[in-house]
């Protein structure tokens, strides 16, 4: 067998070591200086890394090597954290300005598999009914037992116009459900507004880019001239994965006059602050109602978290899908990037979301509703006969009143203006 020569290897080892030990200096600089480095754990992996260039069946290449290394530190992380190569790093950049290749999905990782935190509005994923939940175990075949999410991610990338097949594990499903996708260029517009009654507005947000606060305000402004006066808002979070955290503090602001929005807390002392509220209200005190479910996460869940802890919403819908770290991006010298896990959000009330989520006020199920079969045997008075007619009765009623087109097409959203009337008649 052959050896590399001591002295060789020797040198190989300690400029290894040198190098590891001058990045861990750099990225523990504000750390305690008691904190002792790791040098046997340096002496393992540099022995490992020895033994691979050494023995392992086929050449490997030094820098490949070394990447995979630090994609597999990050990996074992959470499933948040991340290597970013300089191609992964501007596609990150193009998703919070709102324009971006693929199908259209937020993902995470779960038990080794790809997890659908939520599909985004308009885009091939939502076409497909892909659903907060589901698990990916195949992508065009192939396994993704393994595979760290970066990589997913890039085979689930392509050109516009080409497929892509999923294999899909969904609860209450027997068998995987197989998908074709076609790529598409993901435009995202993160704010959708319009009036679901003469004096009630619909604000939906889709994800939370670097404008969506200054979106929101005017969506809420022209609902405001359209109703004349504004008589209440349901704002829709549903499979909304987050994004921005400034953005999800101004819309959360847009609604919240004084007071904290969200605190974040971890080791280092930048990663700790807080936001507070400016001295302001979109809506002028109207009622609000939130709608989240199991899609709604991170930036969506502060959202929901500040205006409940306020008691400036009722929160309606499903528990929230517990996304409460901070993702911070960190630029390297190559152009890649690292992002890194670096604080847990906090709600006004000091609740930490972090795999609990936001609970609904009001319980509503992803339920759908169509019309029910009119009943002959029901009879109303208006229907006997010699009835006596109503001082404003001008013919019969129909037996079984029409169910409301809104409550076939949106159940949730239905009952969410429901309760908005209620509130409404509650404080005239």
Excluded: C, W
């Excluded at 302001?280 to 109602?289: E, H, I, R, S, T």
């Excluded at 609990?356 to 229907?383: K, T, W, Y």
């Amino acid at each position: 067998m052959m050896r590399i020569p001591g002295l060789l290897q020797a040198l190989t080892v300690g400029v290894l070591m040198a190098l590891l030990l001058a990045s861990i200096q750099t990225v523990t600089a504000q750390s305690s200086a008691d904190d002792d480095l790791p040098l046997e754990e340096l002496q393992r992996f540099t022995e490992v890394y020895e033994r691979i260039q050494r023995d392992y069946v086929e050449s490997v290449d030094d820098e490949q090597l070394i990447r995979n290394a630090i994609r597999g530190m990050l990996s074992g992380l959470d499933p948040h954290s991340a290597y970013l190569d300089q191609s992964a790093y501007e596609r990150l950049q193009e998703g919070t300005r709102g324009e971006f290749g693929g199908l259209g999905l937020e993902v995470g990782t779960e038990d080794g598999l790809i997890k659908v935190i939520a599909p985004i509005d308009g885009t091939p994923a939502e076409a497909a009914d892909i659903r907060p939940g589901d698990l990916i175990i195949r992508i065009d075949g192939q396994s993704v037992k393994g595979l760290d999410l970066q990589a997913a991610v890039e085979r689930m990338r392509g050109e516009t116009g080409t497929s892509v097949t999923l294999s899909i594990l969904r609860d209450g499903a027997e068998a995987p459900i197989e998908v074709t996708l076609e790529r598409a260029v993901i435009q995202v517009d993160s704010v959708r507004a319009r009036l679901l009654d003469d004096a009630f507005g619909y604000v939906r947000i889709s994800q939370f880019q670097s404008r969506t606060g200054e979106d929101v305000l005017e969506a809420v402004d022209r609902l405001s001239r359209e109703a004349d006066p504004l008589d209440g808002l349901v704002l829709d979070l549903r499979n909304n994965p987050g994004g921005v955290l400034d953005a999800a503090v101004a819309v959360a602001d847009a609604f919240v006059s004084r007071g904290q929005i969200v605190s974040t807390n971890g080791r280092i002392a930048r990663s700790r602050g807080a936001f507070t509220a400016t001295p302001n209200d979109a809506l002028n005190g109207a009622p609000l109602v939130v709608l989240v479910n199991a899609g709604s996460a991170s930036a969506a869940e502060i959202v929901a978290g500040a205006l409940q802890d306020h008691q400036r919403a009722v929160i309606m819908g499903e528990p929230t899908f517990g996304k409460g770290s901070v993702q911070t991006i960190l630029p390297l010298r190559d152009g890649d990037a690292v992002k890194l896990t670096t604080a847990r959000y906090y709600t006004p009330d000091g609740r930490s979301i972090q795999a609990e989520g936001i609970q609904p006020d009001v319980e509503v199920a992803n339920l759908r509703v169509s019309d029910a079969e009119g009943d002959p045997a029901r009879l109303r008075e208006s229907n006997l006969p010699r009835h006596l007619r109503g001082e404003t009765d001008e013919g019969e009623l129909p037996a079984d009143a029409p169910a409301s087109p809104l409550a076939t097409r949106d159940y949730a959203l239905a009952e969410a203006l429901n309760l908005l009337k209620g509130l409404t008649i509650l404080g005239n």
